[in-house]
């Protein structure tokens, strides 16, 4: 889905798989800005949760090292998921540019077919005219013969 925003910016939201499972947003500003924001869905913004990090201790020490460990676990889950969307979108894009071109050269075939076959008609409709023209003259020519032959 593709639509303007009232602030000015482009929304461009690409589904992949299960809508209820999430969807990824991706809002690109208008040229006077340079910001760009990528947004998920919940789980992702769930997993990565700053708040309760504490380090004083080592017990909590630890606890913060497993919360970044499962951070950076779904970030690259996340990751790979993009990465599968954008490797979708590429093989799409690929091969709706190759039914384009065999369409393309399908169409070109037809009209060569199709010149060539008139061209043929052509062709033979002429060798009927001059074939005519031809026998009229003879026939033409056989009448005179006679006349000229009584005189």
Do not use: C
């Not at 999430?22 to 992702?44: E, H, I």
């Not at 369409?103 to 009209?111: G, P, Y």
């Not at 031809?134 to 009584?150: E, F, G, S």
């Amino acid at each position: 889905t593709v639509g303007n925003t009232a602030t000015g910016q482009l929304a461009v939201t690409f589904a992949a798989g299960d809508a209820a499972v999430g969807t990824t947003n991706v809002t690109v500003a208008t040229k006077t800005s340079a910001a760009a924001s990528l947004q998920t869905d919940n789980t992702m913004s769930a997993a990565v949760s700053y708040g309760g990090i504490n380090v004083s201790s080592q017990s909590s020490a630890s606890e913060a090292i497993t919360k970044i460990q499962k951070a950076i676990e779904t970030v690259s889950a996340e990751r790979s998921k993009l990465g599968a969307y954008q490797n979708r979108l590429e093989h799409t894009i690929k091969n709706l540019d190759t039914s384009a071109e065999n369409l393309q050269a399908s169409e070109s075939r037809i009209r060569d077919v199709d010149m060539a076959k008139e061209m043929m008609e052509f062709t033979k409709q002429n060798i009927l005219q001059q074939a005519a023209t031809a026998m009229l003259a003879q026939a033409n020519q056989a009448p005179q013969a006679v006349l000229q032959l009584l005189r």
